[in-house]
């Protein structure tokens, strides 16, 4: 398994830029704790998005990055109750990796995330990533134009 460190897709040939389409379910961490993603554990505060997404992946995602990047999808649900939410449309890069894969969700540390061949590595900012599934990939990625 390969382990990366100090990734910058921006100066990589091979690295697309793509955007997200989805709605996901949302809920509101009461305490800090633990979920088990299928690319390794993420940690969270009170306050974090514990969200489920269209495919029921699940992960988190900080309170301050959600409020950001998410709107609620239901004109009955307000900013910050559990609910249905979507993703502001928002360019990332991507790029899908031939073999299995380990690295740490930020640049200054924190969870390992882990990939197989075939699964992508996303840049949602210099030192931010994440791991998605091919699969999950194919159904909620686009190639931005």
């Excluded at 992960?59 to 959600?66: D, G, L, Q």
């Amino acid at each position: 398994m390969t382990e990366l460190k100090n990734l910058d897709l921006s100066q990589d040939a091979n690295a697309r830029r793509v955007v997200k389409n989805e709605t996901v379910s949302v809920e509101f961490a009461a305490a800090e704790g633990q979920l088990m993603s299928l690319e390794g554990p993420n940690r969270y505060a009170r306050g974090d998005a514990l969200i489920t997404g269209s495919t029921g992946d699940r992960w988190v995602v900080s309170r301050a990055r959600f409020d950001a990047k998410y709107l609620p999808a239901d004109a009955a649900v307000s900013h910050g109750q559990p609910g249905p939410y979507r993703n502001r449309p928002a360019v990332v890069l991507a790029k899908q990796m031939n073999e299995a894969f380990s690295l740490a969700r930020s640049a200054d540390g924190g969870d390992v995330l882990h990939g197989a061949a075939g699964d992508w590595i996303m840049q949602y900012a210099p030192g931010d990533y994440g791991v998605v599934q091919a699969a999950r990939f194919a159904k909620v990625y686009r190639l931005a134009d």
